[in-house]
């Protein structure tokens, strides 16, 4: 099995994505470590918590907190997306039963990559402060990473927090910044230019029918969907977290090139714009490859049966 490390803000679509990484059971998933985001540390650390119990998986998974703040800016939490919860008030009224294991989430990055040298996978769903952290107290991680996979920014689109940024690079650019130049010789971006595509719809939801899953499923997407049709004028929303899971699961799922990206950081207008070289006018070699197509279909295919079963 492949060896993964998820990093997340639980957050609606970070706990689908852990679903789908569990799930599929192809993975040994070391761990999840957690960061400021979405919501506060200590609430995603919770609902993290909160989905590994309602798969089952808490004694198998261990969640390790990490930054409750981005490097240098304030937080910005996004409630208005997620709801108060973070988890659109799908397990509101569970209490969580597990504690988080002790230890801080970029010394449990450093400790678990250079254990398992050159075999673990990252899955990053949320803004890159704990691999930034982890970066600087050990900037040789770089050479014993099988590989990141990074949920965030967007090279054609338009953002989702201002015109130009997405998300979880807008919340920390600085650490955004820290790991692109970081130098992994094996990184992807799955941006919003793929997981604007990647939609799942109320055919979807009905596919998953009255399980528990799929109740779950119905009822933490609910205003999400809401949110989404408002923005985009689509009766669906996207499933961000997810794919990057998808990608990490089935490579082929997505179509990309080698470029450099490089992140804004000091813009009045564009910072934590993911700015990417087409044209290779920086003359700069790529440091990743960047999702520019998907499959939605087959990745939504692969969601939707990964979670029934
Ligand atoms: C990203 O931002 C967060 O709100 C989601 O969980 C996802 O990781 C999408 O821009
Ligand atoms: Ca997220």
Redesign the pocket.
């Known amino acids: 099995k492949q060896k993964v490390i998820l990093d997340?803000?639980?957050?609606?679509?970070?706990a689908l994505g852990i679903m789908l990484a569990v799930k599929s059971g192809r993975f040994d998933i070391l761990g999840i470590t957690t960061v400021n985001?979405?919501v506060s540390l200590d609430k995603g650390t919770e609902n993290t918590l909160k989905v590994l119990e309602f798969l089952g998986v808490e004694k198998e998974i261990p969640v390790i907190k990490g930054a409750d703040r981005p490097l240098l800016r304030p937080n910005f939490f996004?409630h208005r997306?997620?709801g108060e919860d973070g988890l659109g008030g799908a397990l509101r009224d569970v209490t969580v039963q597990t504690q988080p294991a002790t230890g801080f989430a970029p010394d449990f990055l450093i400790e678990n990559i250079l254990r398992h040298d050159g075999e673990v996978t990252l899955i990053m769903?949320?803004p890159l402060t704990n691999l930034a952290l982890a970066l600087r107290k050990c900037p040789e991680l770089v050479r014993h990473v099988n590989e990141v996979i990074v949920?965030?920014g967007v090279v054609k689109d338009v953002g989702?927090?201002t015109p130009t940024a997405?998300?979880?690079i807008f919340v920390d650019p600085e650490a955004a910044r820290v790991v692109f130049r970081a130098g992994f010789p094996r990184f992807t971006l799955v941006g919003?230019d793929v997981?604007r595509q990647a939609l799942l719809t109320e055919e979807h939801i009905r596919l998953l029918g009255d399980t528990r899953i799929g109740q779950y499923v119905k009822t933490s997407t609910a205003d999400y969907m809401k949110r989404y049709f408002e923005r985009n004028g689509v009766a669906a929303c996207?499933m961000?977290?997810p794919l990057?899971v998808g990608v990490a699961l089935q490579k082929d799922l997505v179509t990309t090139r080698k470029l450099f990206v490089d992140v804004e950081t000091r813009s009045e207008l564009c910072d934590g714009q993911t700015v990417c070289d087409f044209q290779n006018r920086l003359s700069q070699q790529p440091n990743m490859d960047v999702c520019l197509d998907v499959d939605a279909k087959a990745f939504l295919d692969l969601f939707i049966r990964t979670l029934q079963s």
């Open positions: 997340v803000d639980t957050g609606i679509d970070d985001g979405n996004e997306v997620h769903t949320a949920m965030g989702n927090v997405e998300y979880n919003l997981t996207a961000h977290d990057a």
